[in-house]
């Protein structure tokens, strides 16, 4: 079974630039998630979709901060503008309902 | 918040068991147990959970103590290769299944 897929694995951006991670969840999990690792910490929460309505959104800088999930299978993340604080690492997660998570191996952020 | 407490750092040496502890003293009746690792560079990778019974699967056990207020993730033989941060999380509602991350134990497995 293929897991998780995001693209890219690393981008290097300047502030104020743009930039949009994507996700494919594993097949026929309805429920994903994105979080945001900065280095160090453990990984928190941004934005949970089921389906593609947004279940908890509560953590998301929503000034800067965008997610889709239109069609109920891949996901974008977008940042417009991207600050120095938001060099992270963005990992999407999916899972079949509230069922255990399986995480990607996530995209790699450097902002200067 | 998280609602576990893990120590920052832990050695093993290869071949021996590694025993991880966790303390989630104010765990309800109804949250899971959730272990979770992540090697260097790469995502976190799922280990095991449980409610209240111990559980084991091909990759590890976990103890959790009869008043749910503890528990332990054991490695029986820990190889080069389990060196990573290990996260235990108590996934906060049944309904969402929603997990609050803390800064894990980093488990170092020396030859």
């Known amino acids: 079974e293929a897991g998780v897929a995001q693209s890219p694995r690393y981008k290097i951006i300047e502030k104020r630039q743009s930039v949009a991670f994507w996700c494919n969840p594993i097949?026929?999990?309805?429920?994903l998630y994105w979080y945001q690792q900065i280095l160090g910490q453990g990984p928190k929460l941004l934005i949970q979709f089921q389906n593609n309505g947004v279940v908890d959104d509560s953590q998301l800088p929503k000034d800067r901060f965008s997610a889709e999930r239109l069609k109920g299978v891949d996901s974008t993340l977008k940042i417009q503008p991207a600050k120095l604080e938001d060099s992270a690492v963005y990992l999407c997660?999916?899972?079949?309902?509230?069922?255990?998570?399986?995480f990607g191996p996530g995209t790699r952020l450097t902002v200067l | 918040d998280a609602k576990t407490t893990q120590p920052t750092s832990m050695d093993c040496a290869e071949g021996r068991a590694a025993n991880l502890p966790c303390n989630h003293s104010t765990i309800s009746g109804n949250e899971y147990v959730y272990w979770y690792r992540q090697i260097h560079s790469q995502g976190p990778q799922y280990i095991i959970h449980?409610?209240?019974n111990n559980e084991t699967n091909e990759m590890a056990s976990l103890i959790i103590t009869e008043d749910r207020k503890s528990s332990t993730l054991i490695l029986p033989h820990a190889t080069l290769r389990d060196t990573a941060v290990y996260y235990c999380i108590v996934r906060v509602g049944s309904n969402t299944g929603k997990l609050i991350f803390g800064q894990g134990t980093t488990l170092q497995v020396k030859p």
């Open positions: 997660a999916s899972a079949h309902y509230t069922d255990t998570q399986y």
């Open positions: 097949s026929g999990h309805a429920t």
């Open positions: 449980g409610l209240k």
